[in-house]
């Protein structure tokens, strides 16, 4: 059984930096793209960033760029997003999620976590 566990998600100012993790079991990890969606109050599920298997292509919507890193340790069956100079724009629920290809939509995920809030306050 395929399973994504989201962590690392809280409350925050603007300005600061939050780390999610996303740990994933009942896969050969290192075999499939990895991404992040985000859904804020109100709005659509959106694409955040992804990953190819082996962390050699990155993607990342342009609202994030410059601020957010995608990354991966396959050792590790975990994925990250290092979020910087978080903005009140950021609050959302992000979801981890597997894809078929790195370049990710909604439609092109396989598996989805449960999700883990993030809260930007000024």
């Known amino acids: 059984q395929v399973q994504l566990v989201e962590s690392g998600g809280g409350l925050v100012q603007v300005g600061s930096s939050l780390r999610l993790s996303c740990a994933v079991s009942?896969?050969?990890?290192?075999?499939?793209?990895m991404g992040w969606f985000r859904q804020g109050p109100g709005k659509e599920r959106e694409f955040v960033a992804a990953?190819?298997?082996?962390?050699?292509?990155?993607a990342y919507a342009d609202s994030v760029k410059g601020r957010f890193t995608i990354s991966r340790d396959n050792a590790k069956n975990t994925m990250y997003l290092q979020m910087n100079n978080l903005k009140r724009e950021d609050t959302a629920v992000y979801y981890c999620?597997?894809?078929?290809?790195?370049?990710?939509?909604?439609?092109?995920?396989?598996?989805w976590g449960q999700g883990t809030q993030v809260i930007v306050s000024s």
């Open positions: 999620a597997e894809g078929r290809v790195v370049t990710m939509n909604l439609n092109s995920v396989r598996y």
């Open positions: 009942g896969r050969t990890f290192r075999t499939y793209p």
């Open positions: 990953i190819s298997s082996n962390g050699a292509i990155t």
